[in-house]
């Protein structure tokens, strides 16, 4: 055995491709390979390729006549491609930009993929990466752009923007109680330069006896502050119909999501989409003739289990949704 070569948590050495992916670990993995039931020569679309750790797995199961299709916005995925694409034991395609934009791209490509799936939020390596302005446990410049070559910062949005405007995107994207305040003391300490003169601002926002207990005071600002900055909630909503439209029938869709405001939409989509007659209920017959278009491959949400959330932390908010594409006139549960 190399004594250079990376190891698995079992003793045997890691393949090349394993070696290559092994700095992320993905969350849910497992579950969301099953849940998507890759087989060989099948077509993914993986919407944020990340660190590409959901890649590897589904690689693996789609094989040499499969294609696996990465996008992400984060210029720095593209070298992580790169390297996986080098040692995949599939084709590989890579589509540089926000999934919305990239499944647009693969709209006018014609491409219809069997699964698509999507692990929203930002990766580990972000947050990691200290310099990118994401973390508030670092000082570090007023990022937070997932995609570099974007002009708007968060310098710009904290500098620039109005107090009520501030404040109104502290409530809706990081449903923050005490968005007035934070909002009041950003806009008092203007010109803001760093992420600790940001963190300085927002816990002098809070009152003092909000300070402790539920998690560090600027958690939901600098959520809601990187929602904001990335246009995420928008290229979600953009996104959910197109990655839809393109599947096959029989073809499977999965997210995974880290807060409610990313889960919400996931779950009354595919809801929508499971829902057969939407006739008024004082009708004693269905007139609309209204059929499903999905199959929930999961009632409720899946959840990382104990072993994972102890082996990584970050897992512990994750929630898991799919559905299977109906074909038309196909019933639930009928395999295409």
């Not at 647009?104 to 698509?116: H, K, N, S, W």
């Not at 109104?168 to 803001?192: D, M, N, T």
């Not at 005071?217 to 909630?233: T, W």
């Not at 999965?254 to 499971?274: M, W, Y």
């Amino acid at each position: 055995m190399d004594r250079n070569r990376p190891v698995a948590t079992n003793g045997r050495a890691l393949s090349p491709l394993e070696a290559v992916m092994s700095e992320h670990d993905p969350v849910l993995v497992e579950e969301l390979v099953s849940l998507l039931a890759p087989e060989p020569g099948q077509t993914a679309v993986d919407c944020t390729f990340g660190g590409g750790g959901h890649a590897r797995r589904v690689a693996e199961l789609i094989g040499p006549e499969g294609t696996l299709i990465g996008i992400d916005r984060d210029p720095a995925a593209q070298e992580r491609f790169n390297r996986f694409a080098a040692e995949a034991p599939c084709r590989t395609l890579f589509v540089s930009s926000d999934f919305a934009a990239g499944l647009r791209a693969l709209q006018g490509e014609g491409i219809r993929p069997d699964m698509v799936y999507v692990d929203l939020g930002m990766s580990s390596m972000q947050v990691d990466a200290y310099e990118r302005g994401f973390s508030y446990s670092y000082d570090a410049p007023l990022d937070m752009r997932m995609d570099t070559r974007q002009d708007f910062t968060a310098a710009d949005l904290v500098n620039e923007w109005p107090e009520s405007r501030i404040a109104q995107v502290l409530r809706r994207f990081g449903e923050e109680r005490h968005a007035g305040g934070i909002a009041r003391e950003i806009v008092s300490r203007r010109p803001l330069a760093s992420t600790g003169e940001l963190v300085a601002a927002i816990k002098a926002g809070v009152p003092a006896s909000a300070r402790f207990g539920g998690g560090h005071p600027a958690k939901r600002s600098f959520q809601a502050i990187r929602i904001a900055v990335n246009g995420e909630l928008e290229a979600l909503n953009e996104a959910l119909p197109l990655a839809w439209s393109q599947l096959k029938p029989g073809g499977r869709f999965a997210a995974i999501s880290f807060h409610s405001l990313e889960d919400r939409p996931v779950k009354q989509f595919l809801a929508a989409k499971a829902r057969g007659c939407v006739c008024p209920p004082e009708l004693p017959v269905c007139v609309c003739g209204h059929e499903p278009e999905a199959e929930l491959l999961t009632r409720r949400a899946v959840s990382p289990g104990a072993e994972e959330t102890e082996r990584n932390p970050r897992s512990r908010s994750a929630h898991l949704r799919a559905a299977r594409k109906i074909a038309a006139g196909q019933p639930a549960g009928e395999k295409s």
